[in-house]
């Protein structure tokens, strides 16, 4: 995998091009920079957005070469990906959403987290590998329902969503425009607030290959550097309508859905996600537990001692001098 990364590389540079993953019906302040061509002019080369529905696809789609930068990209994929061996680095926190990422239980069932124990025994969608799965597991062991009692359907939250309401599944998870539809058809057991005060973090990453990092050092913290200028323009309101037009036509979505997604959001500036509490330590110790939690479930063979090499502080320390 390696040997086809830095291949990628190589082409890329040659070709004065990179490729970027994103997500659909995530109407992130990135986008704006996509939409007004910030990255080429900052980067001096054409950036190519290629959207995903999983974070685990982003990380196929890297190890292939294909892509050379993930923008939100789950912890869970992240951690799945580098436990396997993909030498994958976190470079940004890209958002953090404990309120858009959740599990929602038909409303036919009539259970809510003082009765979840009657989950047992039902199916639930659940796109694997994701932070969605994430939640999931740790929700399940916090309610007591043996994950051997589930009838567990691999789906991506939008799928995921069409079966909830055709009552092809009991419950679903999943993120984004997909939980937005889930909601539709029932409740979630948690708030985003419940799930903090348990430790169920949920935010995504930027990432990349650490070969392109290695020798594109600068492209990344240009990358970043355009990134953080985004987020501050939301953060500050400066942007306004406009600017949440844009996001909503870039991301696919209406103007209120985009509206309700960002409204869940929240986009760190560079100081925040180089702190402690972030990418200054944090983050390597939570990817540890979401690592054991995964081995745990049986969802991958073991876990990296550590993850602190797989967090790279150095583009964005170089973007805040930008």
Request: proline share 3%.
């Amino acid at each position: 995998m390696a040997l086809a990364t830095t291949a990628s590389v190589a082409v890329a540079q040659d070709n004065g091009e990179l490729t970027v993953a994103y997500f659909l019906e995530w109407p992130m302040p990135i986008l704006a920079a996509k939409a007004s061509g910030a990255f080429e002019e900052e980067l001096g080369m054409k950036v190519n957005w290629v959207s995903f529905e999983t974070g685990t696809a982003m990380s196929a789609a890297m190890a292939s070469g294909d892509v050379q930068i993930a923008v939100s990209q789950g912890v869970p994929p992240f951690v799945v990906a580098a436990s396997g061996g993909q030498d994958l680095q976190v470079v940004d926190v890209a958002v953090s959403y404990s309120e858009n990422d959740n599990c929602v239980v038909h409303s036919d069932l009539e259970i809510d987290k003082d009765s979840a124990d009657e989950l047992a025994g039902k199916k639930v969608a659940v796109p694997l590998g994701t932070a969605a799965h994430y939640g999931f597991l740790r929700q399940m062991d916090h309610f007591g329902v043996p994950l051997d009692s589930l009838k567990i359907v691999d789906m991506p939250p939008p799928e995921g969503a069409n079966a909830l309401g055709q009552k092809a599944v009991d419950f679903a998870c999943g993120y984004g425009g997909g939980l937005t539809s889930m909601k539709e058809y029932g409740n979630v057991l948690l708030t985003g607030a419940e799930k903090e005060e348990l430790g169920i973090l949920v935010f995504d990453v930027i990432s990349a290959p650490a070969s392109f990092i290695a020798e594109n050092g600068d492209i990344v913290a240009k990358f970043l550097a355009v990134t953080a200028k985004e987020n501050e323009r939301w953060n500050s309101g400066v942007g306004g309508d406009e600017m949440m037009a844009v996001l909503a036509e870039q991301s696919g979505m209406d103007l209120d859905a985009a509206t309700s997604a960002l409204s869940t959001m929240k986009m760190l500036s560079i100081d925040e996600a180089l702190s402690d509490k972030w990418l200054g330590g944090n983050a390597a110790t939570f990817m540890k537990g979401v690592a054991d939690v995964f081995v745990n479930a049986g969802s991958i063979d073991s876990a990296l001692d550590s993850y602190e090499d797989s967090v790279n502080t150095g583009p964005l320390q170089a973007a805040k001098d930008m």
